[in-house]
């Protein structure tokens, strides 16, 4: 299979710079609806069958393979299948969107001091979700150091959404929080840190030259924005949307949009295929 072509000639030349230098490259991917399909669950929610192959295939051909997630690392770890695989040495899962690290090398995992505001809104969430009526059967998923409320398993999944977005923005700032939209979740979290901020410090620390980034959800905006200052600056880069209806702006920024993890999968083995 063959390398798809970005629509964009910076993407054509972000990719160039990955496969003529892939020493200096930094792949970085999201997890959930990149390399695991969305379910209605998300503690069931297991990375595709050919993920880690895939990554297997391609870290030890390049720089590092980043990992680089909402959920916490160590669950990002175990719902991957990440630890103790052979040629995954050079992965870094950062979760909590770079608030804590875990390398494949060593296995070690870096976890902060949570939130005090995180305790206190999970205390208030359930009275705030008893008194939405719209948003009956909408569910909390527990991240530890951030609190997410999932509205797809809903009587009707957009109008919960909507219904919660103020009762849990004034939530949050009562606690000094921020919210985090994403497809049918709002996510109650520490504010200071995303994606991009994580993204730019960390190919900041490695010395990366080229960045590929894929995600598939309005918290990868600003990985993808982060990519486009370095593109600015001269630092070329791939941005990859990991294709959903559901999230428009992603596609509409990427140079190369694929469909679903499946897609991101085939994109890694064309490219392992091709660096060696």
Avoid at 21 to 35: H, K, N, Q, S, Y
Avoid at 140 to 161: M, N, S, W, Y
Wanted: net charge negative; with cysteine; hydrophobic share 45%.
């Amino acid at each position: 299979m063959g390398i798809p072509v970005p629509s964009t000639a910076a993407g054509r030349d972000g990719l160039a710079a990955l496969l003529e230098r892939p020493e200096r490259a930094v792949i970085a991917l999201d997890f959930d609806g990149t390399l695991a399909e969305i379910v209605p669950d998300p503690d069931q929610a297991r990375a595709h069958p050919a993920a880690v192959p895939a990554l297997a295939a391609i870290a030890p051909l390049v720089g590092t393979v980043l990992v680089l997630t909402g959920r916490p690392a160590g669950v990002a770890v175990r719902y991957g299948g990440f630890a103790d695989v052979p040629g995954l040495e050079h992965l870094v899962v950062l979760g909590h969107y770079g608030a804590e690290r875990w390398d494949a090398a060593s296995g070690a995992l870096h976890t902060p001091e949570p939130h005090p505001g995180v305790a206190a809104a999970r205390a208030e969430l359930p009275d705030v979700l008893r008194a939405t009526v719209a948003a009956q059967g909408a569910s909390l998923e527990d991240k530890g150091r951030a609190i997410a409320v999932h509205t797809r398993r809903a009587t009707d999944p957009q109008a919960a959404f909507d219904a919660l977005r103020a009762p849990l923005h004034a939530l949050a700032a009562r606690h000094a929080l921020i919210v985090e939209p994403g497809r049918l979740v709002l996510e109650l979290r520490p504010p200071g840190m995303d994606k991009g901020v994580a993204l730019a410090q960390f190919v900041r620390d490695v010395n990366a030259e080229t960045v590929l980034y894929a995600g598939d959800d309005l918290g990868d905006l600003a990985a993808f924005g982060t990519v486009e200052q370095r593109r600015s600056n001269g630092q070329p880069g791939l941005l990859v949307c990991s294709g959903s209806a559901e999230v428009t702006e992603l596609a509409d920024r990427a140079d190369l949009v694929v469909e679903g993890p499946r897609g991101v999968i085939d994109l890694l083995s064309a490219l392992a295929g091709a660096l060696r």
